[in-house]
């Protein structure tokens, strides 16, 4: 995956939040959080949201959809993607 140059381009940092949270194409890159370096989008529209995070390191992709959409929903799915995480990674 290192040497696929559409993969390392896809995961360029364009825009740096701050030392540890950059957004690249489409993904933000996460780097420090408790957890290994992983790319993650998130996107939804009303009564729908979903999670994806890819971590490189540990060949893990983890996507959640769900048909409920709020701000709680939000930081359960959050939850529940590094709890699915931590689960898999072991």
């Given amino acids: 995956m290192k040497n696929d140059k559409i993969v390392r381009e896809s995961h360029k940092k364009i825009f740096e939040i701050d030392t540890n949270y950059w957004i690249g194409y489409y993904w933000w890159i996460i780097s420090n959080q ?7 989008h998130d996107g939804g529209i009303s009564r729908a949201k979903n999670i994806l995070a890819i971590f490189p390191k540990k060949k893990i992709g983890i996507s959640i959809f769900t048909n409920q959409s709020s701000m709680k929903i939000n ?7 590094y709890k699915i995480y931590d689960d898999l990674k072991n």
Avoid at 34 to 40: T, V
Avoid at 75 to 81: G, T
Wanted: net charge negative; charged share 30%; no cysteine.
């Fill in 34 to 40: 408790n957890y290994d370096l992983h790319f993650r």
């Fill in 75 to 81: 930081e359960e799915l959050n939850q529940l993607l």
